[in-house]
Each structure stands twice: as structure tokens, then as C-alpha cells.
């Protein structure tokens, strides 16, 4: 069993660089943010107060999360239902931080996140793979980019899904996300002991893939 840990902020290319990472290595892909979007749709959809930890975490007692694995990523089921898109959505986006920096939330995302090595070796991306759920791995990256990169990256994938994306909107929206991540009490983001850094900006998704692969096929996880 591998678990290959990707820690980082907000838009630095986690998510499509660990998945083409687990496609090349034949490994699962997981995407914990997707997860913590997933409680934060929960509460959007039974219009629960997300700074309200009781209700927050009567939420989590009286619903049901099924881990499912498709096309060799885990995704859920809340209540039987899959959200889908609407993870991505605005509604979610905006308030998934005050989610995330509750303590309840977290004690039960990374139990289920440390149940999906059922499925086998992970690449998982997040911000505390390396420093809380998988911390014994000797697999830790930490990606990182500047933040008006980030932005940029980020207004694209926004312009795609939803026809607009402004960049400073979203600038705006990842120094406060960054700021909540950064200072939150339980699991702050920071770089896990014995993460390799690496700054994507000017890289291309190709070429921190490559780096990532690379070093494991050096260190013989994959031949």
C-alpha cells in the first residue's frame, strides 16, 4: 500500500497534476477537498449555518457518506445522492473554508479519507495529507504557485463552468481562502516534514507531473 500525499493552496494545480499522477502510476485518485465540498453542499442544500458548529456537526451525525470508486478516483454518495458540479459552484466555494476549519468536520473526513486505502494504493491531494491523514508517508509533495498565477488558473476553470471569472474577484477570494487555511486552530495548511516543494508557476501540468513520477519511479515505487 502507497499513499502519495499532494499538499497545497487554493488553485496550485493539485487536483489535475494528482490525477494525471495516479493515471501514470496506475494508482487511485483522491481528492479530499472534494469531500469537505461535499458536507459544505450538504449544509447549502438542508440550509444549515456553516459557522454553526452543533449544527454542523447534527449534520454529520444524521447523514450517511458512501465511498464509491469510479473511473479509479473515489467519489461519495450523501444520503444516496451525488452532488456532482455543485461542489464547484459558488454557494460551496464561498463557505467550504468556514466548513473545513471545524474540528468535527475534520475528525470525520480524515477517517474517511484513511478508509478509502481499501481501493488500493492513493495518490491524495489536500492541504493536510502529509501533515495529519497520511503523515507517516515518505510520498509528500507540496505544491505551490504565486498568488496572481493561482487566480489566473482558477478565473479559467470558473470562465469554463460557469461563463464568467474575474480574476480579481477571485484573487480576493483566494488570499481570504489562504488566510482561513493558513490560520484555522485544527490542521492549518503548511508543508509537511520532509515535502518536496515545488512552485508551478511557469510550469507546465505536464512538467510537475513529470516531477512528481519521476521521483517516485526513482525511489522504486513504480518501475
Given at each position: 500500500m502507497i499513499i502519495v500525499a499532494v499538499d497545497g493552496p487554493s488553485a496550485s494545480g493539485k487536483s489535475t497534476v494528482s490525477r494525471r499522477a495516479a493515471q501514470a502510476l496506475g494508482f487511485v485518485y483522491v481528492d479530499s477537498g472534494a469531500v469537505y465540498r461535499g458536507v459544505t453542499w450538504k449544509c447549502v442544500k438542508e440550509g444549515v449555518d456553516v459557522k454553526d458548529a452543533q449544527a454542523v456537526t447534527n449534520l454529520l451525525i444524521r447523514m450517511n457518506m458512501e465511498l464509491v470508486l469510479k473511473d479509479q478516483a473515489v467519489g461519495y454518495l450523501i444520503d444516496g445522492e451525488d452532488p456532482g458540479q455543485e461542489i464547484r459552484a459558488e454557494p460551496v466555494r464561498e463557505r467550504v473554508a468556514d466548513i473545513a476549519a471545524q474540528q468535527s468536520v475534520r475528525v470525520y473526513i480524515v477517517e474517511k479519507l484513511r478508509l478509502m486505502t481499501k481501493f488500493g494504493s492513493l495518490v491524495m491531494e489536500g492541504r493536510d495529507i502529509g501533515t495529519v491523514v497520511f503523515p507517516d508517508t515518505p510520498y509528500k509533495y507540496?505544491?505551490?504557485?504565486?498568488?496572481?498565477?493561482?487566480?489566473?488558473?482558477?478565473?479559467?476553470?470558473?470562465?469554463?463552468?460557469?461563463?464568467?471569472?474575474?480574476?480579481?474577484?477571485?484573487?480576493?477570494?483566494?488570499?481570504?481562502?489562504?488566510?482561513?487555511?493558513s490560520s484555522r486552530a485544527t490542521a492549518p495548511l503548511q508543508i509537511a516534514l520532509g515535502a518536496k516543494i515545488i512552485n508551478s508557476t511557469g510550469m507546465s501540468i505536464d512538467q510537475v507531473v513529470d516531477t512528481i513520477v519521476s521521483d517516485l519511479k526513482k525511489a522504486g515505487v513504480v518501475s
Amino acid at each position: 500500500m502507497i499513499i502519495v500525499a499532494v499538499d497545497g493552496p487554493s488553485a496550485s494545480g493539485k487536483s489535475t497534476v494528482s490525477r494525471r499522477a495516479a493515471q501514470a502510476l496506475g494508482f487511485v485518485y483522491v481528492d479530499s477537498g472534494a469531500v469537505y465540498r461535499g458536507v459544505t453542499w450538504k449544509c447549502v442544500k438542508e440550509g444549515v449555518d456553516v459557522k454553526d458548529a452543533q449544527a454542523v456537526t447534527n449534520l454529520l451525525i444524521r447523514m450517511n457518506m458512501e465511498l464509491v470508486l469510479k473511473d479509479q478516483a473515489v467519489g461519495y454518495l450523501i444520503d444516496g445522492e451525488d452532488p456532482g458540479q455543485e461542489i464547484r459552484a459558488e454557494p460551496v466555494r464561498e463557505r467550504v473554508a468556514d466548513i473545513a476549519a471545524q474540528q468535527s468536520v475534520r475528525v470525520y473526513i480524515v477517517e474517511k479519507l484513511r478508509l478509502m486505502t481499501k481501493f488500493g494504493s492513493l495518490v491524495m491531494e489536500g492541504r493536510d495529507i502529509g501533515t495529519v491523514v497520511f503523515p507517516d508517508t515518505p510520498y509528500k509533495y507540496y505544491l505551490d504557485a504565486d498568488p496572481e498565477e493561482r487566480a489566473r488558473r482558477r478565473a479559467a476553470e470558473i470562465r469554463q463552468t460557469e461563463g464568467a471569472g474575474d480574476v480579481n474577484e477571485v484573487l480576493s477570494s483566494l488570499r481570504r481562502r489562504d488566510q482561513k487555511d493558513s490560520s484555522r486552530a485544527t490542521a492549518p495548511l503548511q508543508i509537511a516534514l520532509g515535502a518536496k516543494i515545488i512552485n508551478s508557476t511557469g510550469m507546465s501540468i505536464d512538467q510537475v507531473v513529470d516531477t512528481i513520477v519521476s521521483d517516485l519511479k526513482k525511489a522504486g515505487v513504480v518501475s
